[in-house]
């Protein structure tokens, strides 16, 4: 059965960190691109960072670059998501995300086929 479990969500205050990790089972992480995403309430979902399945340059979005950093064990079957300086506007559900294959690297929610059932974000005082 493939699945992604994420963990490390919780309250965090304003300049605060938090790592969020996402397991894969039933699957191999190193022939997939991986990502992870956020939805706010309200809101669409959007992508926060992104990574080819040979890993090479990651993909940010503008609301996190140089806050945030994606990375890989492979060996661990797990993604991780290193999230510093945080605000209250990354309050939100963090997915991850895997993508079969090689190509163009995956971008938006609707290029990836397995997600996770996400884990809460809350940044506040």
């Known amino acids: 059965q493939v699945q992604l479990v994420e963990s490390g969500g919780g309250v965090v205050q304003p300049g605060g960190s938090l790592r969020l990790s996402c397991d894969a089972s039933?699957?191999?992480?190193?022939?997939?691109?991986i990502g992870w995403f956020r939805q706010a309430p309200g809101k669409e979902r959007e992508r926060v960072a992104c990574m080819s399945m040979t890993g090479g340059i990651p993909n940010y979005s503008d609301s996190v670059s140089g806050r945030f950093t994606i990375s890989r064990a492979n060996a661990k079957n797990t993604v991780y998501l290193q999230m510093n300086s945080l605000k209250p506007e990354d309050t939100a559900v963090y997915y991850c995300?895997?993508?079969?294959?090689?190509?163009?690297?995956?971008?938006?929610?609707?290029?990836?086929?397995?997600w996770g059932q996400g884990t809460q974000v809350t940044v506040s005082s």
């Open positions: 995300a895997a993508h079969y294959g090689l190509g163009p690297l995956a971008v938006t929610p609707d290029e990836y086929s397995e």
């Open positions: 039933g699957f191999s992480l190193d022939e997939y691109a």
